[in-house]
């Protein structure tokens, strides 16, 4: 498998639990579960992509801007699981935060998969691609 494939399969887990956690409703175990699953996902995410996508990616000029951005998007995602962890669970605006973050977190996944991959799958070779793929995952792995 290539980076980018190992990218879109934690990308479909993050919009699935997105989609399921904006279907609860109140302060219940199910609500409480899988926003810390999510919140798991997104930073292990973040962290691993950041150091086996990104950072060999700002090796080329023409992917620092795009690299910077991404990891702009990082840190967005994070203060809104910060607002979340600090909002009432039962409140509508925890509700209303986590469609905030659902929204972010697509745009930065459809940034990712319809621009970013392909400047990048044309500066990276076949081997490249797969050593980030192994790297990454080794990285998930240590971080779960």
């Known amino acids: 498998m290539t980076i980018f ?17 904006c279907e609860t409703h109140g302060d219940t175990p199910a609500r409480r579960e899988y926003f810390e699953e999510l919140k798991q996902a997104l930073q292990e995410h973040a962290t691993a992509e950041e150091r086996h996508f990104y950072m060999p990616l700002m090796k080329h000029d023409s992917a620092v801007d795009l690299s910077r951005h991404g990891i702009a998007e990082h840190h967005e995602i994070d203060e809104l699981i910060a607002k979340l962890d600090s909002t009432d669970w039962s409140s509508p605006v925890w509700l209303k935060t986590l469609k905030q973050l659902r929204e972010q977190v697509e745009h930065h996944l459809n940034d990712e998969e319809q621009g970013f991959f392909q400047v990048a799958g ?4 076949a081997k490249q691609k797969n050593e980030l793929a192994q790297s990454y995952r080794k990285e998930m792995t240590s971080l779960a």
């Open 122 to 125: 044309k500066m990276l070779t």
């Open 5 to 21: 494939e190992v990218l879109r399969q934690d990308h479909e887990k993050q919009r699935l639990l997105l989609k399921i956690l």
